[in-house]
């Protein structure tokens, strides 16, 4: 059975970080793209990161050069560093485990940023 777990969100501050963490099992994750997506209310849902299995990372231009995409294969880990939040981050952050036509999605994790 897969499981998809992000864990990390909370509210911040206006230029505050945070670090989410999504865990994977039931999957061989090295195999797997990993990527963050995020939705705000009345809003699509955006992908804001990826990270192919071998490691490279790309950005939704609304986060480049303040967000972090990393993954751990030993800890079956991704996790998304996030720096100096602005209060347009507020959302829901979705882990998802790709890799063919197989798709599988965690519950998510709520981000705010408020002063």
């Known amino acids: 059975q897969v499981q998809v777990v992000e864990s990390g969100g909370g509210l911040v501050q206006p230029g505050g970080s945070l670090r989410l963490s999504c865990a994977a099992s039931?999957?061989?994750?090295?195999?797997?793209?990993m990527a963050w997506y995020r939705q705000a209310p009345g809003k699509q849902r955006e992908l804001v990161a990826t990270?192919?299995?071998?490691?490279?990372?790309s950005y939704a231009d609304s986060v480049k050069g303040r967000f972090t995409i990393a993954r751990d294969n030993a800890k079956n880990t991704v996790y998304l560093q996030m720096n100096r939040l602005k209060p347009e981050d507020t959302a829901v952050y979705s882990c998802?485990?790709?890799?063919?036509?197989?798709?599988?999605w965690g519950q998510g994790t709520q981000v705010t940023v408020s002063s």
């Open positions: 998802n485990a790709e890799r063919l036509q197989a798709r599988y």
């Open positions: 039931g999957i061989i994750f090295s195999n797997y793209a």
């Open positions: 990270i192919s299995s071998g490691g490279s990372g």
